[in-house]
């Protein structure tokens, strides 16, 4: 059983920054791809960003040059560095997995951009 494990969401100002984490329990370089989903209340879930098992990153357009993903395969951990948040990227965010048989999800943290 796959678990994935979110950490390091919280309330963060606009214009400040935050990073997010995901623990897996397996080695990450089992997994295809892992990375963020995002879902705000009464939207849809999207992608933020992905990173596959060779190291090849993805970002959405509102993420690109504000966001980074890493990974320590060392720790099968991968974090989202988010920079210069706004409101608009209040949402729960999701870490996912793929590899060749099924896609699994962590429980999601929230994040809150606010005065």
């Known amino acids: 059983q796959v678990q994935l494990v979110e950490s390091g969401g919280g309330l963060v100002q606009p214009g400040g920054s935050l990073r997010v984490s995901c623990a897996a329990s397996r080695s990450i370089l089992r997994f295809a791809v892992m990375g963020w989903h995002r879902q705000a209340p009464g939207k849809q879930r999207e992608l933020v960003a992905s990173i596959t098992n060779t190291g090849r990153t993805n970002a959405a357009d509102s993420a690109k040059g504000r966001f980074t993903i890493s990974r320590d395969s060392i720790k099968n951990t991968i974090t989202l560095q988010m920079n210069y948040l706004n409101p608009d990227d209040t949402a729960v965010y999701y870490c996912?997995?793929?590899?060749?048989?099924?896609?699994?999800w962590g429980q999601g943290t929230q994040v809150t951009v606010s005065t």
């Open positions: 996912y997995a793929d590899d060749f048989a099924s896609h699994y």
